[in-house]
């Protein structure tokens, strides 16, 4: 476990808000590195391996270099750096973030902030429908091959290779998106039976905020007053 993953969601959550409206607000050059430089140790005490973030880490860098060109082609230097900076910022403490938070705590970290159930419990249900599609896609992808199925022929190449792709990905399409329909109208009606949305619900997960989390929250907060001080 990670140093970021000892502290409350909650706290997280809002060094993340926090920490990007600070990155869009400012504009001096310093105050941009600066934060970078906080993104990059975000990252650090995260202590992801570089296999995680390997692919998003090198589309990250691509991304710095070609805006910084661009903006160097149609802006001044000034800017370009300020783009960069903020581009390297919200890459770092994005992947800290994200990468080291629970799906399974989503839901309970949003309804204890002060969201609606309805709300919360939406964010809940939709982190876990993509990896459930993804293993129902691969499930589906697998099943196919057994029985002699192929996404791609030899000897095609071109559009017309291309289009003859998108015609053989109707059997892995069709099964996944009528499983996902099946699953959320039994999701709706396991929800319907337990009376959703008539009142107050609990969850089965408790958050409580230490001294650490309140500091951080505070330190959060301060952060972004500061950045909105320097704009003005």
């Not at 990905?169 to 959320?184: E, G, I, M, T, Y």
């Amino acid at each position: 476990m990670s140093v970021l993953q000892t502290f409350d969601p909650r706290a997280r959550v809002t060094l993340y808000v926090c920490f990007t409206l600070a990155v869009l607000i400012s504009q001096r050059l310093g105050v941009l590195g600066g934060l970078a430089g906080l993104g990059l140790v975000l990252l650090a005490l995260a202590r992801l391996s570089w296999q995680r973030v390997r692919s998003v880490g090198i589309g990250v860098l691509l991304f710095v270099v070609v805006i910084s060109a661009v903006n160097l082609l149609f802006r001044t230097p000034l800017e370009a750096a300020q783009q960069a900076l903020r581009a390297v910022a919200l890459a770092a403490t994005s992947l800290a973030i994200v990468l080291t938070f629970d799906p399974a705590q989503l839901g309970i970290t949003f309804r204890r902030m002060g969201l609606p159930d309805r709300f919360a419990f939406t964010l809940d249900l939709t982190a876990r429908f993509v990896p459930t599609l993804m293993r129902d896609f691969q499930l589906t992808r697998d099943a196919q091959r057994a029985r002699g199925y192929e996404l791609e022929a030899a000897g095609e190449r071109g559009l017309r290779g291309l289009l003859r792709v998108g015609q053989r990905l109707a059997p892995l399409l069709v099964p996944v998106v009528v499983r996902a329909v099946l699953d959320a109208e039994d999701r709706a009606n396991a929800m319907d039976l337990r009376a959703f949305g008539t009142g107050p619900r609990t969850w089965l997960q408790t958050l409580h905020l230490r001294p650490r989390d309140s500091a951080l929250i505070a330190a959060s907060f301060a952060l972004l007053a500061l950045s909105v001080g320097l704009r003005l």
